[in-house]
């Protein structure tokens, strides 16, 4: 079983496809961290296809976010730079909070939902989405920046 802390469910292997942004691996005496960043191919080319006519799409991108995270987390602490590794750690808080605000794409909103016929009221498509998580990292750069009283 796997445990998605972005939408707190617990998953089959095979329900996996459907989250896929940070998983923990449960195992018999031991906890192992995964980050997961695949994606479906043919999904994200039917929501390109859709794009490309105008359609909106709910397209998520949050195992892209995290693998860049990831990445460029790596990179900073290669280079001992904390500012980075900082911005990378609000980045992925952000996007979490906003999951946990019950602001999310289609895809974890069948799974939150537990059906595949969610109803637009409770998913955003990619813009919305995408704008969600900006405001919450936007909140979490004014909280360093303001002074303390």
Not at 43 to 48: A, D, I, N, P
Not at 61 to 88: H, M, Y
Request: hydrophobic share 35%; aromatic share 6%; net charge neutral.
């Amino acid at each position: 079983m796997y445990h998605c802390i972005t939408c707190d469910a617990w998953l089959t292997a095979a329900s996996l496809r459907c989250t896929v942004a940070l998983t923990e691996l449960h195992s018999p005496g031991s906890l192992l961290r995964d980050s997961s960043s695949k994606i479906a191919a043919g999904t994200v080319t039917r929501h390109w296809r859709e794009y490309q006519k105008g359609n909106p799409t709910s397209t998520n991108p949050v195992a892209s976010i995290f693998a860049w995270t990831r990445g460029l987390a790596q990179r900073g602490k290669l280079d001992d730079n904390q500012e980075l590794i900082d911005f990378c750690t609000s980045l992925e808080e952000g996007v979490i909070e906003t999951i946990q605000a019950g602001h999310m794409t289609k895809d974890l909103a069948i799974c939150v939902h537990g059906t595949n016929k969610v109803t637009p009221d409770q998913y955003l498509t990619t813009t919305p989405f995408m704008d969600e998580i900006a405001d919450r990292l936007q909140k979490k750069f004014e909280k360093r920046v303001a002074p303390k009283l």
